[in-house]
């Protein structure tokens, strides 16, 4: 009989008969039945063209190992969700605890074995687990030790009781957040909950920047009143005022009131703006430099790690104060061109006085329009009075032109948006550089 552990499984190419990659593999499900007989694979989870995920059944595939995946290639792309008494391994099952039969405790379970049986289904035949309990047990196994055990020799602790959530964490930690929220989208409203708060500060709000609003609103919702600020936060200004208008009046004055002063008015100054203008989409901390700062200084600050790469591409100039609203607005140095002068040089010499900026009350489609025509990554936004407010970048644009539930989309539907409703579709010339 064939045996293959679930955690060698995943990340694995998925191939069809021809050897053609279809995707990569990425959960194995199970249908649990009960304490009498294992659980059986019914198939796997393979991540296909724009990170959609796809069940694909057991019966579909030819070859399981380390090595390679086969299937006869015939993928139904529906997007998978769980049904009745299944479960995802890697999803639902590991760092789940389990209790040991010989009365010795409990384990965390951190991987799984599956053998082929003699009628072709893969069943869960052994579990590798890493004991917790304190007891030790009729062998003088002692706490902290990893074991083999036997499917029969454990059981499930509860299926109630959730994988452990900063288990979960600690595994995905190099994980960029964009998929992180993907992750966290498939999973249950509870288990969902449980992860994120798991997830500190800084990566938190990272990963809710990169959820459906409902999503943002749910896990916001569960945190305590202190933590929901502080994550406010480290959150993109524009983001989080978008956050923050989801959630009723009452909250978000309350939320507002515990963030820092400088960071809640930035937050306010946004949600002024009425929806589809530059004001409302901005970045309201752009780089902002007076005349008389030196190349050396402007490249010191395109450096800092929490400088988005589109925000880096140009500095915007400015007679002090340099905090937004600034005083006059006097042009803009771009990036490349700041490669081109020796450190000492003054901004006020490179200066692109062409560049027309946007005003904070531009509509939407105004400034993508030039982004697109200049091929900008980032235009600089003032108000009436001349001074710099912020600045929209393309990805500031690109977010409120996609559907309101683009992240839960697939790129067909995406597409398929795109084409029903003129005018309101994806911008067709995506800037990717800056003159």
Same mark, same amino acid.
């Given at each position: 009989?064939?045996?293959?552990?679930?955690?060698?499984?995943?990340?694995?190419?998925?191939?069809?008969?021809?050897?053609?990659?279809?995707?990569?593999?990425?959960?194995?499900?199970?249908?649990?039945?009960?304490?009498?007989?294992?659980?059986?694979?019914?198939?796997?989870?393979?991540?296909?063209?724009?990170?959609?995920?796809?069940?694909?059944?057991?019966?579909?595939?030819?070859?399981? +190992?380390?090595? =390679? !995946?086969?299937?006869?290639?015939?993928? $139904? @792309?529906? &997007?998978?969700?769980?049904?009745?008494? /299944? #479960?995802?391994?890697?999803?639902?099952?590991?760092?789940?605890?389990?209790?040991?039969?010989?009365?010795?405790?409990?384990?965390?379970?951190?991987?799984?074995?599956?053998?082929?049986?003699?009628?072709?289904?893969?069943?869960?035949?052994?579990?590798?687990?890493?004991?917790?309990?304190?007891?030790?047990?009729?062998?003088?196994?002692?706490?902290?030790?990893?074991?083999?055990?036997?499917?029969?020799?454990?059981?499930?602790?509860?299926?109630?009781?959730?994988?452990?959530?900063?288990?979960?964490?600690?595994?995905?930690?190099?994980?960029?957040?964009?998929?992180?929220?993907?992750?966290?989208?498939?999973?249950?409203?509870?288990?969902?909950?449980?992860?994120?708060?798991?997830?500190?500060?800084?990566?938190?709000?990272?990963?809710?920047?990169?959820?459906? +609003?409902?999503? =943002? !609103?749910?896990?916001?919702?569960?945190? $305590? @009143?202190? &933590?929901?600020?502080?994550?406010?936060? /480290? #959150?993109?200004?524009?983001?989080?005022?978008?956050?923050?208008?989801?959630?009723?009046?009452?909250?978000?004055?309350?939320?507002?009131?515990?963030?820092?002063?400088?960071?809640?008015?930035?937050?306010?100054?946004?949600?002024?703006?009425?929806?589809?203008?530059?004001?409302?989409?901005?970045?309201?901390?752009?780089?902002?430099?007076?005349?008389?700062?030196?190349?050396?200084?402007?490249?010191?600050?395109?450096?800092?790690?929490?400088?988005?790469?589109?925000?880096?591409?140009?500095?915007?100039?400015?007679?002090?104060?340099?905090?937004?609203?600034?005083?006059?607005?006097?042009?803009?140095?771009?990036?490349?061109?700041?490669?081109?002068?020796?450190?000492?040089?003054?901004?006020?010499?490179?200066?692109?006085?062409?560049?027309?900026?946007?005003?904070?009350?531009?509509?939407?489609?105004?400034?993508?329009?030039?982004?697109?025509?200049?091929?900008?990554?980032?235009?600089?936004?003032?108000?009436?009075?001349?001074?710099?407010?912020?600045?929209?970048?393309?990805?500031?644009?690109?977010?409120?032109?996609?559907?309101?539930?683009?992240?839960?989309?697939?790129?067909?539907?995406?597409?398929?948006?795109?084409?029903?409703?003129?005018?309101?579709?994806?911008?067709?010339?995506?800037?990717?550089?800056?003159?």
């Amino acid at each position: 009989m064939s045996k293959i552990f679930v955690a060698r499984l995943l990340g694995q190419d998925v191939f069809d008969p021809l050897g053609d990659r279809l995707g990569r593999l990425r959960d194995v499900v199970v249908v649990d039945r009960g304490h009498i007989d294992p659980p059986v694979a019914s198939g796997i989870v393979v991540e296909v063209l724009g990170k959609k995920r796809v069940f694909v059944p057991m019966t579909r595939v030819t070859s399981l +190992d380390s090595g =390679q !995946v086969i299937t006869t290639g015939l993928i $139904n @792309l529906r &997007r998978f969700e769980r049904r009745g008494l /299944e #479960m995802t391994v890697a999803g639902d099952l590991f760092d789940r605890r389990v209790v040991l039969q010989d009365g010795s405790g409990s384990a965390v379970l951190q991987d799984v074995g599956l053998t082929r049986q003699r009628n072709g289904d893969w069943a869960v035949s052994d579990l590798y687990v890493r004991r917790v309990g304190a007891r030790r047990g009729a062998f003088g196994r002692s706490r902290g030790e990893h074991l083999l055990v036997g499917w029969e020799e454990s059981r499930w602790a509860g299926q109630e009781e959730p994988q452990g959530a900063a288990n979960f964490v600690a595994a995905h930690e190099d994980m960029k957040p964009a998929d992180l929220a993907d992750a966290l989208h498939e999973m249950t409203e509870k288990r969902r909950v449980e992860v994120a708060a798991e997830l500190h500060d800084e990566r938190l709000a990272d990963v809710l920047q990169e959820l459906p +609003d409902d999503d =943002q !609103v749910l896990i916001l919702s569960n945190l $305590n @009143l202190d &933590r929901a600020a502080d994550v406010l936060e /480290e #959150m993109d200004p524009d983001d989080a005022a978008d956050l923050l208008n989801e959630l009723p009046d009452s909250q978000q004055e309350l939320l507002l009131e515990l963030m820092e002063p400088d960071d809640a008015e930035d937050v306010r100054r946004l949600m002024e703006y009425e929806e589809n203008t530059a004001g409302a989409v901005m970045t309201p901390v752009p780089i902002i430099m007076s005349p008389e700062a030196t190349v050396a200084e402007a490249l010191a600050n395109i450096r800092q790690h929490d400088i988005s790469a589109a925000l880096a591409s140009l500095v915007i100039v400015a007679r002090p104060p340099l905090e937004t609203p600034t005083g006059r607005y006097l042009g803009v140095v771009h990036f490349q061109k700041l490669l081109r002068y020796p450190p000492p040089e003054l901004l006020g010499n490179l200066l692109d006085k062409e560049l027309e900026p946007v005003t904070d009350l531009t509509p939407l489609h105004t400034v993508t329009r030039e982004l697109a025509t200049y091929n900008l990554t980032s235009i600089p936004v003032i108000n009436d009075a001349q001074r710099v407010v912020g600045a929209v970048t393309v990805d500031d644009v690109l977010d409120h032109l996609l559907p309101d539930d683009w992240r839960t989309m697939d790129p067909e539907q995406i597409r398929t948006h795109d084409e029903s409703e003129p005018g309101t579709g994806i911008i067709t010339q995506i800037p990717t550089s800056s003159p």
